[in-house]
């Protein structure tokens, strides 16, 4: 007769409890058993280790995140501001200042090319206050000193300032001799016209000059003034004419 077993007795089966279950060395769903306890324990640390690592990465992922949208809306506000404060308007006006200044520096350039080779006077005269002198090297008498100036466009000089006379009086510390000027009373004695037909009002005179010495009806430049000669005297002269302006743009 068989034996019928207690089901409350053992069967040679391993069976344990952990906190209140039974575990059965049958169970292969269960993967650590009370006496494999340890083992599951020891490999806890390192299950730690990567669920800390991966919640860091993710919080290092969000907060870059963040600030590369509080960065682009940042861009995107500044973006709208520069719009705002420069209109299709003001964005045209600074170009056309700009291109204005542009021109204005070109005009600039060749103002000062042009002057550089500007010449208000022709070669081998001198400027002095807006006129010309031409200082001859040959000599003449008076008649022919006017006539030679007038062949060249210009006329025997008249003295006008005390500044014309003085840079005039170079030409005699120069050259030493005795220079025709447009003055004479030729036409009425004693009333001296220059040759633009004005009656003298300034005068530089030497000493006991003009004493119409000898029929002297002529104007002669020296150092310490003028003198009344014969006009049929040869001296040098100086011709004078206005000076040409240099262009502007």
């Avoid at 306890?37 to 990465?57: D, E, I, K, M, W």
């Amino acid at each position: 007769m068989a034996e019928i077993s207690d089901p409350r007795e053992p069967d040679g089966s391993e069976e344990e409890t952990f906190w209140g279950k039974r575990l059965t060395g049958k169970d292969p769903g269960q993967l650590c058993s009370w006496r494999s306890l340890p083992g599951c324990l020891t490999r806890a640390p390192l299950l730690l280790f990567l669920v800390f690592t991966s919640l860091g990465f993710l919080m290092l992922l969000v907060t870059t995140m963040v600030q590369v949208s509080r960065i682009h809306q940042s861009l995107q506000k500044e973006t709208r501001d520069d719009q705002e404060s420069h209109n299709p308007v003001a964005v045209a006006q600074e170009q056309m200042q700009s291109k204005l200044e542009g021109i204005q520096q070109q005009l600039t350039w060749m103002n000062a090319t042009l002057a550089s080779l500007c010449h208000p006077c022709p070669w081998s005269w001198e400027v002095f206050q807006g006129n010309c002198y031409l200082f001859s090297w040959t000599q003449s008498d008076w008649k022919s000193a006017v006539s030679a100036c007038r062949n060249i466009k210009a006329q025997l000089v008249i003295v006008n300032s005390a500044e014309e006379q003085k840079f005039l009086k170079l030409w005699y510390v120069r050259n030493n001799k005795p220079t025709w000027i447009g003055l004479s009373d030729h036409h009425n004695e004693g009333s001296w016209r220059w040759l633009d037909n004005s009656s003298l009002q300034l005068s530089f005179w030497k000493d006991g000059e003009p004493n119409n010495h000898g029929d002297e009806d002529c104007v002669e430049l020296h150092n310490d003034g003028w003198n009344d000669g014969r006009c049929v005297t040869e001296n040098s002269w100086i011709c004078e004419k206005p000076s040409t302006p240099c262009p502007e743009l």
